[in-house]
Structure formats: structure tokens, C-alpha cells
């Protein structure tokens, strides 16, 4: 069962345009909402996260927009470069008493060409 | 300050066998998890450790494991290998609190069973 859904699966752009990968979710118990960035053989690290009392957070040329009555949200990359192509993952996490679990997408492949 | 470590980086072993890997987080962090990230899976939940007790666990067959130590480093253990345990095992710390913290990734190890 998956919990977060994100699509799409590739995606490719130029540089210098906007890259949109949107994610929806199924359990409203959610309320912690992380995107991952992974470049091949390195772990994951946090790119920017968002809660459900905002619907838009931005940090540079990262943007969440986030649906709390849709039970979505989206990471936009403005100015995409070359240097953001990797593997980005959208994730969600209840809050249970402070524990960390965090269920992921599955992924989305962007490339940016030069 | 340095980052998450997780040793051995590569492994290779055999269906039958047992591995453990190892876990040691951020200076400070008392929260170490655990996930399979896989091609056809993706990042999936094992468990989570807190003050050397589990706090979370994920849906795996009980041949996955784990334990912290006082020092807050962690390992997993992974009994009766099968072929579709390999995979990128990857660790994270975090310092918990009331609400989810963001959860610093390792490189991984990367176990490839035959």
C-alpha cells in the first residue's frame, strides 16, 4: 500500500526553465511533509519541508506549494540547472509522540540539459 | 561537525548468510533509523531507535533487526539472506523533539546477496 504517490517518474527540462513534481498523499494523520534530494551514490539530504499550517514555503529557487484539502503538494524548481539533476523524493511523516518514520515516494529522475 | 557514517560501504554475500552493518550518527543525535532503498521499492521504513529502544518498526519479516548502543550508534542485522534483500541500506539521525526533525542521511551500504 502505497501511502505517497509522486509523479512523474522522469522527468527532463532546459536549463533555465521550471521543474514541477507533485506528490499526493492518502493519510491525513501526515504532518510533516520533506523533499529529499539523492545524487547517485550518496544518501538522501533534506532540500526543504513544509507543514500543513502554511501552503507555500520557499527557500531560493525551491518552492513547496502544499494542498492540505487536496491532500497534495508540489516542488517547483525555478532557474533549473544542470547541477539539479539527481533523484528528488517527496515524503510524509505522522507525528506519533516524536517518532521519525518517514514514508517516501517513489522518485522522480530529473534531468536538466545544458 | 562530521556527518552520518555507516560502515562497510559495500558488501557482498551469499543467500543463508548473516550481515550486519553499522550506524553512527551525528554528535548529538539520539534518533537513528533505518531504510531499504531498492529500484523496485524505494525508500522503505525499517525501523527507528531512540534512547537504545525501538520506537518505530516498519513491515519487514523479522530476519531484519536492529539495536543501539549507549553512544547512540547504531546496527542492523539481517539473518538468512535472501536474494531480494539486496539493496542500499541507508541510516539516518536526527535530534527528536516534539516535532519531527529532519533526518540527516548516510551514504548507505550497498549489499548485494548472490
Given amino acids: ?114 | 561537525k562530521a556527518g552520518v557514517t555507516q560502515t562497510p560501504r559495500y558488501l557482498i554475500k551469499t543467500r543463508g548468510q548473516q550481515v550486519t552493518l553499522s550506524c553512527s550518527p551525528i554528535s548529538g543525535h539520539r534518533s537513528v533509523s533505518w531504510y531499504q532503498q531498492t529500484p523496485g521499492q524505494g525508500l522503505q521504513f525499517l525501523f527507528e531507535y531512540f534512547s537504545e529502544t525501538q520506537r518505530n518498526k516498519g513491515n519487514f519479516p523479522g530476519r531484519f533487526s536492529g539495536r543501539q548502543f549507549s553512544n547512540s550508534r547504531s546496527e542492523m542485522n539481517v539473518s538468512t539472506l535472501e536474494l531480494g534483500d539486496s539493496a542500499l541500506y541507508l541510516c539516518a539521525s536526527s535530534l527528536p523533539g516534539r516535532l519531527q526533525e529532519t533526518q540527516y542521511f548516510g551514504p548507505g551500504t550497498r549489499l548485494l546477496v548472490l
Fill in chain 1, 1 to 114: 500500500q502505497q501511502q505517497v504517490k509522486q509523479s512523474p517518474q522522469s522527468l527532463i527540462v532546459q536549463k533555465g526553465g521550471i521543474s514541477i513534481i507533485n506528490c499526493a498523499y492518502e493519510n491525513t494523520a501526515f504532518d510533516y511533509f520533506p523533499w529529499y534530494q539523492q545524487f547517485p551514490g550518496k544518501g538522501p539530504a533534506l532540500l526543504i519541508a513544509i507543514r500543513p499550517d502554511v501552503s507555500e514555503k520557499k527557500e531560493g529557487r525551491f518552492t513547496i506549494s502544499f494542498n492540505k484539502s487536496a491532500k497534495q503538494f508540489s516542488l517547483h524548481i525555478m532557474d533549473s540547472q544542470p547541477g539539479d539533476s539527481a533523484t528528488y523524493f517527496c515524503a510524509a511523516s505522522p507525528f506519533q509522540g516524536g517518532s521519525e518514520k518517514l514514508v517516501f515516494g517513489k522518485g522522480t529522475k530529473l534531468t536538466v540539459n545544458p
